[in-house]
């Protein structure tokens, strides 16, 4: 059972990062646009442009090598959140309530990660086993 939880916790990990690294390289293509979409919604789009870049393909690809997996779900989960409430908050659209639904589910998944950890196959597992070596 410990080989499946191996290799499902990485697995998960890169599922859910997938996401935040593929989101911040679009964006990465029309700054301009995702600036002016996030003027609609909040004030200082600039600022907020790169508070989205800084999550999703930073904090996304610490997140991916589980490096400080459970603060990097926590930075994720709260973006995911804000996200949710700033931009899928018209539950009259169908759509709209779709993608504020499929933020919840990702909140699930990222609380998932903040409870069990990176795993064995991460950065914070192998800090991990590295430590309890004997010197």
Do not use: Q
Request: with cysteine.
């Amino acid at each position: 059972m410990r080989d499946l939880k191996d290799l499902t916790l990485p697995a998960g990990r890169a599922l859910i990062a997938a996401l935040f690294l593929w989101s911040g390289y679009r964006k990465l293509g029309h700054p301009g646009a995702v600036i002016d979409m996030i003027g609609h919604s909040l004030p200082f789009p600039t600022l907020g442009f790169a508070l989205s870049i800084a999550c999703e393909l930073g904090v996304g690809a610490l997140f991916l090598l589980g490096y400080r997996t459970r603060t990097m779900a926590m930075l994720l989960a709260l973006f995911t959140l804000a996200t949710a409430l700033a931009f899928h908050n018209d539950f009259g659209d169908r759509e709209e309530l779709t993608n504020f639904m499929k933020n919840l589910a990702i909140l699930g998944g990222l609380f998932h990660v903040l409870v069990v950890g990176g795993g064995r196959l991460s950065i914070d597992g192998l800090r991990h086993r590295h430590a309890e070596m004997p010197a």
